[in-house]
Every structure is written in structure tokens, then in C-alpha cells.
């Protein structure tokens, strides 16, 4: 039919990621360097954390795969930390600042938490079809292979579908850590320097592998420069928007 225009469906999970992952509009400032220093703030703190190791690594094989097992793990566990650390500082932020000045906190904690229910509910999808993977294969794969071969697909299809929701999911959890910049603006800037910092003094005090002669205080190249980079973010807050850290105010947009 002429004048149709066939418009290509949107992803799924994509959209799960949206609805579930990224904060109201009104809680979203709309300051170009600001979400340039929350993009930067995130990843860029993992980057110099990863990073920080390379030149003790150029020129040796052994240790660059060292240095990739030992940046892909700590990837990995930075998920779990952040559903940690996240629920853990907000509250301590709670106990610090001033009642608000108008509406509920109820209202305000209602997308943090469904943001935080949904990526857990989502990592929990994926680690239980992995292991449900291994025990199927490792259990009925000789003994029933029929069931091997209907219930393995089933728990890809699962996998898949939690590995999809995390992949749309992650940029807006580095940006507004799940959701809780509807509580304070202040708080994913914070939870992301407490995060960074955790991940700095696990690589000094319980290393994932054995660097030979690596400096105590290298690792902590990654967390300094995410408070840096947080700090300036804050600072930028309250010069232009005059956000004040221990005040909840009436909407999220104006803090």
C-alpha cells in the first residue's frame, strides 16, 4: 500500500531495560556535562583501574593473560557489588539527611527498588541457566538424552534473555545506579566512588591472582580518579543547580 512505512519492531528487552532501568524524566537533569561526567564518572574509574597494570605487562605473555583474567573478573564482580553497595548507601544516606521538604519517600524509593529487583531478578536468571546448563548436561545428557536435549534450549533462551536485559541495562545503571537519582541526584555519584573504592582495596587486600612486584598503592589509580571525576560532577551540581546534598527537596528536578 502506498505511503506505508514498514517500522522495524523494537527489541524487546530494550525496552524492558527503559521502562525498568531509567529514572523518571523529571529526575533527569538535562546538563550536557553532567551526563558527560556520569558516563565518564563510571567507566572511566573502571578503565584506569584495568588499565593502570599495562605497562607491567607489555613485552610478557604470560603476564598480559594474567592481566585479562584477572580485568575480565573483576568486571564480573562489579555487578554484584554495585546490588551490595547501592542499597546499602542509600539508606545510609537516608539516615543523614533532612526529612523532605514535601511528598512521600515511599514515592521515591519506588524506582530504585524496582530498578535493583529487575537486574537482580535478571543476574539470578542467567547464573540459574548456566548452572541449570551444567547439571543437565552433566546428569542426563548419557542417561535422558531427550529431556537434555528439550530442557537445555529452554534454559539458553533464558540465558539469552538475561544476558540481553543486562546489556541494555548497564548504561543506565552507570549512570544513574539503579535509579537513585529519583531519591537525590547526588547519590549514583556517590555510590559509584564507594563502589570504586571497594574494588581498589580488594585488588590491595585480596587479589584475584598473584602480581609479582606490583606496588601496594597501584591499584588505587581507579578510585581516585572516579572521586575526582564524581567530585567535579558534585561540584557542578550545586554551582548550577544549586543542589544541596543533605536536603531532600520537593520534585527530583529541582535538587
Request: charged share 15%.
Amino acid at each position: 500500500m502506498a505511503g506505508v512505512v514498514n517500522v522495524p519492531k523494537e527489541n524487546k528487552d530494550r525496552v524492558l531495560a527503559r521502562r525498568w532501568m531509567e529514572p523518571r524524566e523529571d529526575a533527569v537533569l538535562r546538563d550536557v556535562p553532567i551526563v558527560i561526567l556520569q558516563g565518564v564518572r563510571f567507566w572511566g574509574g573502571i578503565a584506569v583501574g584495568v588499565a593502570i597494570k599495562w605497562p607491567l605487562v607489555v613485552g610478557d605473555g604470560a603476564l598480559l593473560l594474567l592481566w585479562l583474567r584477572d580485568g575480565g573478573l573483576r568486571l564480573l564482580l562489579v555487578p554484584f557489588l554495585l546490588l551490595v553497595t547501592a542499597p546499602l548507601v542509600t539508606a545510609a544516606y537516608l539516615l543523614t539527611v533532612r526529612p523532605p521538604t514535601g511528598g512521600r519517600l515511599g514515592d521515591r524509593l519506588r524506582g530504585p527498588l524496582t530498578a535493583a529487583a529487575a537486574f537482580l531478578g535478571h543476574l539470578v536468571l542467567v547464573a540459574g541457566g548456566l548452572a541449570a546448563i551444567i547439571w543437565l548436561g552433566a546428569a542426563y545428557f548419557d542417561r535422558n538424552p531427550v529431556l537434555a536435549f528439550v530442557a537445555i534450549p529452554v534454559c539458553l533462551y533464558g540465558v539469552a534473555r538475561g544476558v540481553a536485559f543486562l546489556w541494555f541495562a548497564v548504561p543506565a545503571v552507570s549512570r544513574h545506579m539503579f535509579r537513585t537519582v529519583e531519591i537525590h541526584q547526588a547519590l549514583p555519584a556517590l555510590i559509584t566512588v564507594v563502589v570504586a573504592w571497594e574494588l581498589a582495596l580488594q585488588d590491595v587486600l585480596f587479589p584475584l591472582a598473584r602480581w609479582p612486584g606490583v606496588p601496594v598503592l597501584l591499584p588505587l589509580g581507579g578510585a581516585t580518579a572516579t572521586t575526582l571525576i564524581a567530585a567535579i560532577e558534585l561540584w557542578r551540581l550545586f554551582a548550577r543547580h544549586g543542589v544541596r546534598f543533605r536536603v531532600l527537596t520537593r520534585t527530583p528536578s529541582r535538587f
